[in-house]
């Protein structure tokens, strides 16, 4: 069964405290992407990965770091979390249709709270 | 600022009911997707127009993509509450999202 896997689904934690959030794609796509959902705000990019080792900002990347060293996984870290991080989590990976038509499928997302 | 822009962003009615839900902006895009996502849950790809003026249905489900490729819209025929949830917008090979309408159907 093709599947985007995030874990955790839910994490609190403390301000400061490194924290990894882990993404796994079985479709064999080159694109991966990362992003925040908030009230209002929609999906916001994060990060955004074009194939193994290389990755771009995408709108609002302060705070996080990713890595892509293999095709089938792109992690999320927060190296120092702070409570404007506590958000809902969406790890896609994505599927192009053609030469301009991206689709993307997400994982189940992570919930996190920084306190 | 959204690059896409949707509207309305709350829209709540009753079974049976027809609705359009729109999306917006001032670029051009070589194509547009259409999710729809329910609590708990990552959203889940509807449709993609990629040719302007491109009309495509899904069941009771009719989406546009403007002539101009700048637009698109959403037009749900006789809602059901299984309808119910928030529909986003997504553009170009970045994939760029609305912010989204929040869909609610009453029984």
């Known amino acids: 069964e093709a599947q985007v896997t995030q874990n955790p689904r839910y994490l609190i934690t403390v301000t400061g405290k490194k924290l990894t959030v882990t993404c796994s794609q079985n479709?064999?796509?080159?694109?991966m992407s990362w992003y925040r959902q908030d009230p209002g705000l929609g999906l916001r990019q994060i990060y955004y990965?074009?194939?193994?080792?290389?990755?771009d900002k995408g709108d609002v990347p302060e705070g996080y770091k990713v890595s892509r060293k293999e095709k089938r996984n792109f992690p999320l870290i927060l190296e120092s979390p702070s409570p404007n991080q506590t958000s809902l989590y969406f790890c896609?990976?994505?599927?192009?249709?053609?030469?301009?038509?991206?689709?993307?499928?997400f994982g189940q997302g992570t919930r996190l709270t920084v306190v | 600022t959204q690059l896409l822009e949707q509207s309305p962003q709350f829209l709540s009615i009753q079974e049976g009911e027809n609705l359009t839900v729109y999306c917006n902006s001032s670029s051009v895009f070589s194509s547009l997707q259409w999710y729809r996502q329910e609590p708990g849950e990552g959203p889940v790809l509807l449709v993609t127009v990629v040719t302007g003026g491109e009309v495509k249905k899904l069941k009771r489900l009719t989406f546009q993509f403007g002539d101009a490729r700048k637009d698109s819209s959403l037009h749900i025929t006789a809602a059901q509450p299984g309808d119910t949830g928030l529909y986003l917008c997504?553009?170009?090979?970045?994939?760029?999202f609305g912010a989204g309408t929040r869909l609610t159907v009453k029984p």
């Open positions: 997504a553009g170009g090979v970045r994939m760029r």
């Open positions: 896609a990976s994505i599927r192009l249709v053609g030469t301009k038509a991206p689709e993307a499928f």
């Open positions: 479709m064999n796509h080159e694109y």
């Open positions: 990965s074009m194939n193994v080792e290389v990755t």
